[in-house]
């Protein structure tokens, strides 16, 4: 962006009023030099003026050096310092240009021009400053305008993803914004970038935002090279803005930190902002463990559908939690309630919306306590629930409550006497098994394990449900149980999970 605006040495020669004259320029040495940034215009007749020369710039020569020096070195020793470009001022020393001087230049690339007798050096030096002033002046114009369309951007909806689309458009690259969680939050155009790129892009912001570091790096991936700037200050970082550039000007980057402190300040505000919410959940929670949900409803306009889970975790830490509900309900329309209190975070979510608890306990390695379906008339028993579950000792994972207290139950009831009374319950059950290969036990287990229903039962087993009805009945006939009634088949399922197997 800014360097296709720096004057170059094409630029120059076009210059109508200096009269210069492009004589030699060969291979693509020459033609890339007439097109990059030209720093300055010197002059010189010295026979080696390059530890006074530096790079990017054009000489300017008489060629009264060439009297004792070699020709073919002199410009041997140009081109190795850098030297963009040869002018030759014409009719001073000599008529014309030296045929060497003109076989040096195209055998090493370096375009030579003439500077006739009318054009003094002075005045192409000029004409080039006065290029660089005509482009910084427009660069800082540029910038203003860049300062005020930014600013009129902030204050529209959505004002920090218009900040980003403004600034892309300026800089007429792609540029996008990663929250604190290192998710990417804005990202304009949209399809500028690669999705892969975007996922390994993404894994490098999250080492920067883990260090906790400030950071204006540089980054390759591939093709494309980024520019990263960490919003925030070390140690609180809030994201990273980055830019699909290579290098920007002084300008570009007065523009970028700008971005940086609208960004800083408008996540600033929405930090107090989600204060004041987390704030407000906790004291709703508080009205929702009163089995009330009319004043949650007034003041958030609705609540999760109802049968409802509550969950607990003391974990999981809570911007990072809130900020992934807040995905899941901006991309997918969960509805879910999030509060602080002092047992943990607490989570509410339609039953049918479950399972995201399961995820929510993979992605930030937490043990979460989860209450059966209720009603929020019974919010109290659910929550009660979710902690009696979440201070069960076991995983890292979503322990629901009807598992944990269930186990523990049975556990509390698996005394050394009742597990002798549960064996000798089976024994028939186990005799028969050892004599004749049947497999009556396994049969009943993984029965009552589908709820007594024949079809998904015969169907783990891998047999016949006529085949699974016969193995039940003859196990009925050594128990002396009738399977077809409630209180036996709970009977048979607690002797099952006391006894030993």
Do not use: K, N
Request: net charge negative; with cysteine; hydrophobic share 45%.
């Amino acid at each position: 962006m800014a360097a296709r605006d720096e004057p170059t040495l094409r630029a120059l020669l076009h210059r109508r009023d200096l009269g210069l004259r492009l004589v030699s320029v060969s291979g693509d040495l020459a033609d890339g030099a007439l097109d990059r940034p030209l720093r300055w215009v010197h002059s010189s007749d010295l026979g080696d003026p390059t530890p006074f020369l530096a790079e990017d710039l054009v000489l300017l020569t008489t060629g009264a050096q060439f009297d004792d020096d070699d020709i073919a070195a002199y410009v041997g020793r140009l081109a190795d310092r850098g030297v963009l470009g040869l002018g030759f001022g014409t009719e001073v020393r000599r008529s014309g240009i030296p045929d060497e001087l003109i076989a040096a230049c195209a055998a090493h690339g370096m375009p030579l021009f003439e500077v006739p007798y009318r054009t003094p050096f002075i005045a192409v030096a000029r004409a080039h400053s006065e290029a660089i002033a005509a482009q910084a002046y427009a660069r800082r114009s540029w910038a203003l305008d860049t300062q005020r369309a930014l600013a009129l951007a902030a204050l529209r909806p959505r004002g920090l993803d218009a900040i980003v689309a403004e600034l892309a458009r300026r800089l007429d690259t792609w540029a996008g914004m990663f929250d604190a969680a290192g998710a990417l939050r804005h990202s304009h155009p949209r399809d500028a970038v690669p999705s892969d790129v975007f996922v390994e892009l993404g894994a490098r912001v999250q080492e920067i935002l883990d260090r906790g570091l400030e950071a204006g790096q540089s980054l390759t991936l591939g093709a494309h090279t980024f520019m990263l700037f960490t919003v925030g200050r070390g140690g609180h970082l809030r994201g990273v803005i980055a830019v699909a550039q290579e290098t920007l000007d002084q300008e570009a980057r007065s523009v970028v930190t700008s971005v940086i402190a609208m960004a800083g300040l408008a996540l600033e505000q929405s930090e107090q902002l989600a204060r004041d919410r987390r704030r407000l959940h906790t004291q709703l929670l508080r009205s929702l463990r009163g089995d009330d949900p009319a004043l949650a409803r007034r003041v958030l306009g609705g609540l999760p559908a109802s049968p409802i889970v509550v969950a607990v975790t003391g974990d999981a830490p809570a911007e990072p939690l809130l900020d992934w509900w807040e995905r899941q309900r901006a991309e997918h329309g969960t509805a879910a309630f999030v509060a602080e209190s002092d047992d943990g975070m607490t989570m509410c979510v339609a039953a049918d919306d479950e399972e995201l608890l399961d995820e929510v306990a993979q992605r930030f390695a937490v043990r979460i306590g989860v209450s059966d379906p209720e009603g929020y008339t019974a919010f109290s028993r659910a929550h009660a629930q979710a902690l009696t579950a979440l201070r069960q000792p076991g995983p890292r994972e979503a322990a629901r409550y009807a598992d944990t207290v269930g186990s523990r139950l049975l556990t509390a009831l698996a005394t050394d006497e009742a597990r002798l009374v549960a064996e000798s319950r089976l024994a028939p059950l186990r005799e028969q098994d050892a004599a004749q290969g049947t497999a009556l036990e396994h049969t009943l287990r993984t029965w009552l394990e589908h709820d007594a229903r024949a079809e998904p039962a015969a169907a783990a087993l891998g047999i016949h449900r006529h085949t699974l009805r016969a193995r039940i009945a003859q196990a009925g006939a050594l128990l002396g149980a009738d399977l077809s009634t409630f209180p036996a088949r709970a009977e048979l399922w607690t002797v099952l999970q006391t006894a030993r197997d």
